[in-house]
């Protein structure tokens, strides 16, 4: 199972990005994905989840309302659309796989139940 984050930069407090997480039709049809971010000094913090096989999602407080998690099934692709971005959003953003569900759980992603954590994609917010 592999997968590849990107889409991360730059961008001025209240701007908006969209991070890409690349991984296989197999991948996707047995595992949920989730976004997780980390920043210097801090563990890493789960932000939504989604199942691909219902589009059912979950999304931590810290991302509700300004972060919005999609699949696109054709490419094989999970999205994290960040709108409305905060200094305090900096970090470094990881998508990876459940370790074994296929469906979020009703906690929430947590880092312990994921694995297969794709290399992570900057995003700096600042002015």
């Known amino acids: 199972v592999q997968l590849q984050a990107s889409g991360g930069g730059l961008v001025q407090p209240g701007g908006s990005l969209r991070l890409s997480c690349a991984t296989s039709r197999s991948t996707l049809s047995r595992y949920a994905i989730g976004w997780f971010r980390q920043a210097p000094g801090e563990e890493r913090e789960g932000l939504a989840c989604i199942s691909s096989g219902n589009g059912r999602t979950y999304y931590e407080e810290s991302a509700k309302g300004r972060f919005t998690i999609s699949v696109d099934n054709a490419k094989s692709t999970v999205y994290l659309q960040m709108n409305r971005l905060k200094p305090e959003d900096t970090a470094v953003y990881f998508c990876?796989?459940?370790?074994?569900?296929?469906?979020?759980?009703?906690?929430?992603?947590?880092?312990?139940?994921?694995?297969?954590w794709g290399q992570g994609t900057l995003v700096t917010v600042s002015s």
């Open positions: 990876a796989t459940d370790r074994w569900a296929d469906y979020c759980r009703a906690y929430g992603p947590i880092a312990a139940d994921f694995g297969s």
